[in-house]
């Protein structure tokens, strides 16, 4: 499995790049967010990369971070969504906008993606928004560490607040929540929303 691609940028496209490494040219599918990182053609770049073989093709897809190749990967997971929508899905904002907006239950931000209709829309948060509970709960801005709070139940009230939740729900979903970490309370919480 080809997990990186280290090399000079030789072709810099909308929707693909090719680096050269170890004399072999490397074309890879990219989404928008990482063709914004990817610079000039003549320079080094890193792309994190997932091999998809298939009975007539080898297409190999790059990310900037592993935060977005991760996305790419629980978007395949998901029925009728494919590399080139979950391409779509990533061009759509940052691994943790995305990640956000499932969690959030923000059907109308996927659907506004090519290719996407209501039922792919909901059917992304239904099938992801329990997996994606802890990402969101990791994030940075959401840690103890960043916050300074040791208290669980603190971090998953900022947790959920960034989520867009109102200080009421908050409330709700926290009481009926199970957990001892912040992720699992967030976690708990996302789910008491689908019931």
Same mark, same amino acid.
Request: aromatic share 4%; no cysteine.
């Given at each position: ?25 490397? $074309? ?7 063709? $914004? ?62 990640? $956000? ?95």
């Amino acid at each position: 499995m080809i997990g990186l691609v280290k090399g000079e940028v030789a072709v810099r496209r909308p929707d693909h790049v090719v680096i050269l490494a170890g004399g072999v040219g490397y $074309r890879l599918a990219v989404s928008a967010e990482t063709l $914004r990182h990817v610079p000039a053609a003549g320079s080094e770049t890193l792309l994190h990369a997932h091999l998809i073989v298939r009975d007539d093709a080898l297409n190999l897809y790059g990310f900037a971070t592993e935060e977005e190749r991760d996305l790419f990967l629980l978007l395949l997971g998901v029925q009728a969504v494919g590399p080139k929508v979950a391409l779509a899905v990533l061009s759509g904002g940052t691994p943790r906008d995305l990640l $956000r907006a499932i969690a959030g239950g923000d059907a109308p931000r996927f659907q506004a993606v090519p290719g996407i209709g209501k039922r792919t829309a909901e059917r992304i948060i239904v099938e992801l928004r329990e997996k994606v509970g802890a990402h969101v709960a990791e994030l940075p801005s959401l840690a103890a560490g960043e916050a300074g709070i040791d208290d669980p139940v603190a971090i998953a009230r900022d947790g959920l607040t960034a989520l867009g939740y109102n200080p009421i729900e908050i409330d709700s979903l926290l009481a009926a929540a199970d957990g001892t970490t912040a992720e699992q309370l967030i976690a708990s919480a996302l789910r008491g929303t689908r019931t």
